[in-house]
């Protein structure tokens, strides 16, 4: 079993691809057959699989959840800003981990499906962590 | 040279000032959590102008505060006397600018008739008050909307230095939380800046004891003469008020304030230039640092006793000509009243102390109207139409 920790820097609400730093997590781990967690300590980001083929297709996906949890200045949870307060709606909506198959050494991914951590909020300094077993 | 040592000419107002760093900073999280939860998000958006009123160490902190505000807060913001904001701006103001309007209504003891009176007009126009306040169950607090309550613990009785700067960074505090909501900064930054404010408190202390014993030889060579007038700009004007108040109140000294400008429209022309103390307060990164060279060259001229309290190039000339300075550190000129407001603070405790005052005279008469606070706190109060 291996756990690794991934940084990224990001802006507001955008996709951004950490498919080959899973791979190469997972290919770090050495092994070959199991399961792999990705896994965002974060409570306004969130992790989804996506097509990569065109970053519009990305745009569209974060259009449409702002669409469905737009950044309003009615929600109960003030502490923090209006945009951290519908990060945490759409963080829960999108979830914070995914589980991947394990085969032959690397994530089992669909010919279009890349994965994405999606930042609800932002600009951040954030993580992630990859744990694979076997 | 001082032949009494700092220690024998203790007195209580200098105990506040140097027992205020520790306040502030032991009382900073309790203070901040307050300013987070003070104006509701919907509040904090409909706010399109701010206005700031307060009476004395209330009015200064307002003042010194409302650059935070046009810089963190994203938000229009001035500074009005509660007589001029309830009797007039409440009054003949746009009605749809004071429907947009948050009026922040301080008053450490909660009991100020001006600006409890201020606060009923604005409510009564349309506005949302907001009570900048260490009583909560105060005659303001139970005005207004909404409540930020200070922190103040108790502190030794003088002149306020302690619920004046609890005030000002208050204000500071809740102009970051406007702008963090409004979205003009953004969490981490906002974030970044408390903390930025929380290590300035923490050099506080510092401040308070490397300006205690340079503030007493100050205070003794000023002591001679007639008038101290107390001139800056920008934040740094409500230094110079708040220093001038200082005098009046803990030694009863004739003080005034100038704004730095003004100096040369007004004070300039006192016939009686040598029976004058000038402290000009002047931050070493200010954008008055070059009008201040200039008034300098006018000080020394006509023979002004100057103490200059700062830094930069306006310290390093008035040192050169031989004058006094009260260095105080660099940081950002919004929150430098944080820092230069020590240097009047302790030239008023020291000069009360050698000249043997009794703050507010003592409330013995004729002071006596002013013993239980009734001067301020005991007002008829104005309804409109009658």
New interface residues.
Partial sequence: MSLSNHKLSTVANAAYEITATVREAVAASGIRDGLCVVFVPHTTAGLSISSFWDPKGLEDVHDDINRLVPTRIDFKHQFDTPQDAAGHVKSVLVGVSLTLIIVDGAPLLGHSQGIFFNEFDGPRQRQFFVKCHG | MIKRSVVELSNPMREQVLATPGALLKGFDALELNA??AV???D??RTRRVVLTGSGDSWFAAKAAELSFWIDAEVAAEVRPPLEAGRYQSQHFPRRELENTLLVALSNSGAAARVAEAATLWRGAGAKVLAVTKNEAGRLAGIADRKLLLPVPELPNAPGVGPYLFAVLALELLAIRFG??K?AI???EAQALRAELKSLLARLENVVADLDAPALEVAATISGRQLVEFVGGGPSFAVAEYGAAKLLEAAGRHALARDLEEWTHLNYFDNAPSKIGTVLVVPANSPTQGRAVELIAYMHKLGRSLVVVGGGEAADLAQRLGHAVLAVPAIAERWSPLFTSIAPALLAAHLSALDGAEYGRGGNPPWDDSRTAATVQQSAIWEPGK
């Fill in positions: 987070r939860l509701e998000t919907p904090i958006y963090e909501v979205l953004t969490m981490d």
